[in-house]
């Protein structure tokens, strides 16, 4: 009944600017911990950035060129992408921590992915 969806991938030039975007919807009592992962064919899908309550998280390879954000009263969460190279090139996955309602305890969502292609 909880379902994530992943928007604003696409193909880009390297050093371009993308934003990714990350909704949260269906019977949700409770969003907790949110975060964008990628993956690219033939790799494990790694954690790129996670935001908590109080603090951001970011892997080294992305460090002052991604940004995690989430939307306040909503359910929404984004990744501001600049300087993108081509090794930032992955099908983007958003990941939440989601209780359904205040008598269930939460589980873990994952959204169907968006591709991100850097490229000349």
């Known amino acids: 009944q909880v379902q994530l969806m992943e928007s604003g991938g696409g193909l880009v030039q390297p050093g371009g600017s993308l934003r990714l975007s990350c909704t949260a919807s269906?019977?949700?009592?409770?969003?907790?911990?949110m975060a964008w992962y990628r993956q690219v064919p033939g790799k494990q899908r790694e954690l790129v950035a996670t935001?908590?309550?109080?603090?951001?998280e970011y892997a080294e390879s992305v460090k002052g060129r991604f940004t995690i954000s989430r939307a306040s009263g909503e359910n929404t969460m984004y990744l501001t992408m600049v300087g993108l190279k081509p090794e930032d090139t992955a099908v983007y996955y958003c990941?939440?921590?989601?209780?359904?309602?205040?008598?269930?305890?939460?589980?873990?969502?994952w959204g169907q992915g968006t591709q991100v292609t850097v490229s000349s």
């Open positions: 990941n939440a921590q989601i209780w359904p309602s205040e008598w269930q305890s939460p589980g873990t969502y």
């Open positions: 269906g019977t949700i009592w409770s969003v907790g911990v």
């Open positions: 935001i908590h309550l109080d603090h951001t």
